[in-house]
């Protein structure tokens, strides 16, 4: 006898082969692997309830990563992390390891200038150019005009140039 229902069908599957890339995305979201996965279950939980549904979609990875998202950003609880743990599963695929210490110091800088932003401006930057979606993608993801996702994405540039490059002050004479 199964012990799955029909509601089941194909879902561990589905967690299966997208776990890593979700939880790479909230990590972006989040800036901490804990709240990434705890960000990344709480969507599947939401997903699974409807799998039925979202299944049937055309791509089930992008109602996740809504669900992630909305729920980034109605977390009120600020976490506040004062290191950033990383994994060897977090080189970057190909890293021959030749500058370590140089990617993972540049990775560190980013994402702690992600941790910047609003939750929502961030959204908009890790699914444009992170997750790699289009314009109208995020702005349908995120319920909100194109305009919108180019004015969040293009402020939100500017705040991560301003943070990882800034100016010095002038001394006075």
């Known amino acids: 006898m199964s012990t799955h229902s029909p509601a089941d069908d194909g879902f561990r599957a589905f967690?299966?082969?997208?776990?890593?890339?979700?939880?790479?995305?909230?990590?972006?979201?989040?800036?901490?692997?804990?709240?990434?996965e705890d960000l990344v279950q709480a969507a599947l939980e939401k997903?699974?309830?409807?799998?039925?549904?979202?299944s049937r979609m055309e791509a089930p990875v992008a109602y996740v990563r809504?669900?992630?998202?909305?729920?980034?950003?109605s977390w009120r609880r600020r976490r506040r992390v004062s290191e950033v743990p990383l994994l060897a599963?977090?080189?970057?695929?190909?890293?021959?390891?030749?500058d370590a210490y140089g990617s993972i110091e540049q990775r560190q800088q980013v994402?702690?200038?992600?941790?910047?932003?609003?939750?929502?401006m961030r959204a908009v930057l890790v699914l444009r150019y992170f997750a790699d979606l289009g314009e109208s993608e995020v702005?349908?993801?995120?319920?909100?005009s194109v305009g919108t996702v180019k004015s969040q994405a293009s402020r939100g540039l500017d705040r991560l140039r301003a943070h990882l490059n800034p100016v010095p002050e002038r001394t006075r004479a």
């Open 15 to 36: 967690v299966e082969q997208q776990w890593g890339p979700l939880v790479r995305v909230a990590y972006l979201l989040t800036g901490d692997r804990g709240h990434a």
């Open 47 to 54: 997903t699974h309830r409807k799998w039925g549904r979202v």
């Open 66 to 73: 809504k669900a992630m998202v909305n729920t980034a950003i």
């Open 89 to 98: 599963t977090d080189s970057p695929p190909g890293s021959s390891g030749a």
């Open 111 to 120: 994402t702690a200038a992600l941790r910047t932003l609003p939750p929502r």
């Open 139 to 144: 702005a349908e993801l995120l319920g909100c």
